[in-house]
């Protein structure tokens, strides 16, 4: 399905980039021809990721360091990339999520993951948005035919029902979703198409650690999914390289979920934490802020 060559010549951007889900992507790309544009911020990280992907796959790999809360300092990365030639798309992978009782939040615990996931994601593509209207216009207008700019959000798969012990990213990934139909309608007469994905649990080190805290990576998705397995960041690469290769411009404006049919059957990732008592709760919450320590110590 996915022949060498298949992303030739195309230059994709994908936030959060340096690790995980957004890592993963990026190589799947690159594998297939497309130079790729990885930001976050740790700069240290994307700087070895991108050593370690060009020494594997060769190609292409810029690198850009900031924090998307930033409005302004995600115009001015988004000035420098297209100084150096356009975009074909956007990967919105960029995001933060942690466990909680809502009443246990904090105004800034709320504001860190609301900063990152939804106005952080916005800044991003409405900062590239602008770049590809101008360009349509410049152009004389874009007309049905020609190459579409394409742009793919991360989101989960609690956005329609909502998601317990996680409502700050459940409300901001609720806003990226709407955001995405929003845009896919405004955007598609300059040639621009959005769509999103919410994937299910596919075991990362930030996904684990923060949201199955002291858990083995995979365990829950194992005893409760409809196909008694978590995702693999395969399925994710392949769906995310059929999102944004071309072939297939008419599909814009939805939201796919890719979860083994875990949504459905079970209403929402967290909500057998209902049952966790308080003890279990401080346990989490220390697992949590131990990892954050980390995380900050290796930031320096």
Not at 8 to 18: D, F, H, I, N, P
Not at 28 to 35: D, K, N, T
Not at 194 to 201: F, H, I, K, Q, W
């Given at each position: 399905?996915?022949?060498?060559?298949?992303?030739?010549?195309?230059?994709?951007?994908?936030?959060?980039?340096?690790?995980g889900l957004g890592r993963a992507m990026s190589e799947?790309?690159?594998?297939?021809?497309?130079?790729v544009v990885i930001c976050g911020r740790r700069k240290a990280v994307l700087d070895e990721t991108a050593a370690?992907?060009?020494a594997t796959y060769g190609g292409k790999v810029e690198t850009h360091g900031l924090d998307i809360r930033d409005a302004q300092a995600v115009d001015a990365m988004v000035e420098r990339i297209f100084t150096d030639g356009p975009l074909d798309g956007l990967v919105n992978n960029a995001a933060g999520n942690f466990i909680s009782p809502t009443e246990a939040l904090s105004s800034r615990a709320f504001d860190a993951i609301a900063n990152i996931v939804f106005h952080g994601t916005f800044y991003v593509t409405n900062a590239i948005g602008k770049q590809w209207i101008r360009g349509a216009r410049e152009a004389?207008?874009?007309q049905p035919g020609k190459p579409m700019k394409s742009v793919l959000s991360i989101v989960v798969t609690w956005v329609d029902n909502g998601g317990p012990y996680v409502v700050p990213s459940a409300m901001s990934?609720?806003?990226v979703a709407t955001m995405t139909r929003s845009l896919a309608v405004e955007w598609a007469k300059y040639g621009i198409r959005?769509?999103?994905?919410?994937?299910?649990?596919i075991p990362t080190e930030g996904m684990s650690k923060r949201l199955n805290p002291g858990e083995e990576p995979g365990a829950r998705s194992k005893a409760t999914n409809p196909q008694m397995r978590p995702g693999t960041m395969s399925e994710l690469q392949n769906l995310a390289t059929f999102l944004m290769a071309p072939g297939c411009d008419w599909l814009t404006g939805e939201v796919l979920f890719m979860d083994g049919a875990n949504h459905l059957a079970t209403g929402g990732t967290f909500y057998a934490l209902r049952e966790w008592s308080d003890a279990q709760w401080q346990e989490a919450r220390d697992r949590i802020e131990a990892q954050n320590a980390?995380?900050?110590g290796q930031r320096g």
């Open positions: 399905m996915f022949q060498p060559g298949l992303l030739a010549g195309r230059r994709y951007l994908v936030t959060g980039g340096g690790t799947r790309f690159l594998q297939l021809g497309a130079s370690e992907m060009t004389g207008g874009w990934k609720a806003g959005l769509n999103a994905v919410g994937p299910g649990e980390k995380d900050r």
